[in-house]
């Protein structure tokens, strides 16, 4: 009966650790949706949850249109971080940016990666390994992405 009883509290603890985990993302996810594009839309800032869906369609269609020997679950998985890092760092837009901007970009972005890491790497490894992945282009899928 004891054995029981410490498994109920065992699995109650678990339960509560992963839903305050799952609040946590969640929280951090929320904030990346509503953070405003550099880039215009219909006449106001697109936000980083329209531009990641957007990018989701085209490169997953794209890809299983015309390179089928690449993995779209990965792509899709890459296109949905591919931005994640500026839910701390917010947008710029490189294609207008000086070369000071890209390298400020470059290193705010680098602080935001280390930010995620710290909030969400402990309780979301392969969240972070995947962030981590795309930001370093590290296979076929992920530069196909960028």
Known sequence: MTNQSTNLEYTQTSIEQRVDELSVLSEVVYQFIDVKRATMRHGRYETDGEHTLHLQMLA?????EYYPQ?????????????????????????LTATPEQLATKGLTEKIAFDRLQRE?????????????DYELLKDAEARFVK
């Open 70 to 94: 690449l993995d779209s679950g990965k792509i899709a998985r890459y296109a949905m971080v591919h931005d994640f890092v500026e839910v701390f760092a917010g947008d710029v837009n490189s």
């Open 120 to 132: 969400l790497g402990p309780a979301w490894p392969s969240l972070m390994g995947l962030v981590h």
């Open 60 to 64: 997953t269609s794209y890809a299983a």
